[in-house]
């Protein structure tokens, strides 16, 4: 898996901008990343992670 480090480029100006994208990345890697390729050939959207994306 390709690993990039997010660093602060002017468009987050503040440390929490950084923590929630933290937080995004450790979700999707624990949880979206594993039901990707099936929900992708399902044609579906796995819609229980978005709604624990939107409660962050």
Known sequence: MLR??????????TSEGSDLIAVVRE??????IRRASAAE????????????LGDV
């Open 4 to 13: 990039r480090t997010w660093r602060n480029n002017g468009l987050l100006p």
């Open 27 to 32: 979700i999707a890697g624990h949880e979206l």
């Open 41 to 52: 050939a399902a044609a579906e959207s796995p819609r229980d992670i978005f709604a624990k």
